[in-house]
């Protein structure tokens, strides 16, 4: 049961919970400061921001020379919060999408973000609104991959990225509009193996080939995975790095002049760092099923309910001990909804966990929830966003405080005449 926690940081989450009420994330500082530099021998590592985009994540990551993708108007706002700057090589902030809304063409005309076009009529519409900032091109290459089919972001029923055939299309739509296309981008999906990653270094070769000279910057995406069940193996970092390097030695030999990479990982930069801590308010046997309720729900971490994602999980006591003994259970959350619950497969197939035997007022740890945890969560069943915790040197910072009723219901209004 080595693999148990029961503190973070050095800190001891029954002691975070007596203070600060459940649920909550907390974020070990360290441990986000080792991924930053496991990928050191990378050139560029642009954050995927949607990952967790807390702006004290944020101003970390900009501490440590990390740049930032932004994927809405609202990621580019928090980016400038936390203190980036989309000037500069490799530029601060980048704006990659598939469409734009007006808040989106606002920030990037009055800041010069550089944009990441996911479609074709990205292109007019950006001309219109902000014609000098660079932009790079995201195709989608035909195929792709992801640990889940909903997080596979290529083949012909994805909706992300320009389609491959339209390469020349749109580069000459985008020289007629007088834009500056200077790179190419492909993100394929979450949960890379080695064998796809090599067909998609050949892909964006190319690509690069029939771009010819006016590329710049190449961007490998996301999708760098997380040993998420603890028998999982790390990815090699080394084999991921030579893979992309050699493909950017050969668009470099056939275009005759050096081209930047980038990486984009999300999930790899925070999503060990951070536990989802929740205490148990019930404890209920159903037939010979052992069920331990929690105090939050998919609306606080959807991975399991959304993709049937695994996240290895924690019981400890309030005096910071953990049950000796383990059962077999299923763990859900407070909401009125059956499949809110943490132990399922993907298609929504309930299974149960061996876990340490629980009483109500322990502490639920779930694992590996520093990425798309708190930047997923929502207010479904009115229920306030957790509270965000890093931790770092024996001390905990509150980065977001819980939401409160208030909070939640702030922009709601009664029209007057159902006013009692
Ligand atoms: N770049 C682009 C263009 C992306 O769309 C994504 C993720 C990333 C980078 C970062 O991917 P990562 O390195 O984190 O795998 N919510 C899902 C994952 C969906 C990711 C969508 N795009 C999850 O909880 O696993």
Redesign the pocket.
């Known amino acids: 049961m080595e693999h148990l926690l029961s503190e973070v940081a050095g800190v001891s989450v029954a002691a975070l919970a007596e203070r600060y009420g459940t649920p909550f994330f907390a974020y070990d500082r360290a441990v986000i400061e080792q991924r930053i530099a496991d990928l050191a021998g990378f050139e560029t590592v642009?954050f995927?921001q949607?990952?967790c985009s807390n702006i004290a994540i944020l101003a970390l990551m900009r501490s440590h020379g990390i740049v930032v993708?932004a994927?809405s108007a609202g990621e580019i706002y928090r980016a400038l919060r936390a203190g980036y700057s989309p000037a500069g090589h490799p530029p601060g902030i980048v704006y990659?999408a598939d469409v734009f809304d007006d808040d989106a063409l606002a920030l990037i005309a009055e800041h010069g973000v550089p944009v990441?076009c996911?479609s074709p009529d990205m292109l007019e519409q950006l001309a219109d609104a902000a014609p000098e900032v660079p932009v790079t091109l995201?195709i989608n290459p035909g195929f792709g991959h992801?640990?889940?089919r909903?997080?596979n972001?290529g083949g012909p029923l994805s909706k992300?990225g320009i389609w491959h055939e339209q390469l020349e299309d749109c580069l000459a739509r985008g020289k007629a509009l007088g834009l500056n296309i200077s790179g190419l981008?492909l993100?394929i999906?979450?949960?890379t193996d080695f064998e796809h990653l090599a067909t998609v270094c050949d892909a964006m070769v190319g690509f690069a080939r029939r771009m010819g000279g006016q590329l710049e910057t190449i961007?490998a995406?996301?999708?760098?995975?997380i040993p998420y069940h603890r028998t999982d193996s790390r990815i090699d970092l080394n084999a991921y790095r030579e893979l992309w390097a050699r493909a950017q030695r050969a668009i470099e030999d056939i275009i005759g002049h050096p081209v930047a990479l980038e990486i984009?990982?999300?999930?790899?930069?925070v999503?060990e760092s951070g536990i989802l801590a929740a205490r148990i308010r019930a404890v209920k046997e159903q037939a010979n099923n052992t069920f331990y309720l929690v105090d939050a729900g998919f609306e606080t971490l959807?991975?399991p309910a959304?993709?049937g994602?695994f996240h290895e999980i924690s019981v400890v006591r309030t005096d910071g001990s953990v049950p000796a003994r383990e059962v077999d259970a299923v763990v859900g959350g407070p909401l009125c909804e059956s499949g809110d619950v943490f132990t399922q497969e993907e298609g929504g197939v309930v299974v149960t966990r061996r876990l340490p035997e629980a009483r109500v007022g322990d502490l639920l740890l779930i694992h590996d929830a520093g990425?798309?945890g708190a930047s997923?969560s929502s207010n479904y069943n009115t229920r306030p966003l957790a509270a965000e915790l890093l931790v770092a040197n024996g001390q905990a910072d509150v980065i977001r405080e819980r939401q409160t009723f208030d909070h939640i219901l702030q922009f709601e209004r009664i029209p007057a005449a159902l006013q009692a």
Do not use: Q
Not at 221 to 225: R, V
Not at 264 to 269: A, C, M
């Open positions: 642009r995927a949607k990952a993708d994927v990659t990441n996911g995201r992801g640990h889940s909903k997080t972001t992300h981008h993100h999906g979450s949960g961007s995406g996301g999708g760098l995975p984009e990982p999300g999930r790899y930069l999503a959807v991975r959304m993709y994602s990425a798309y997923m």
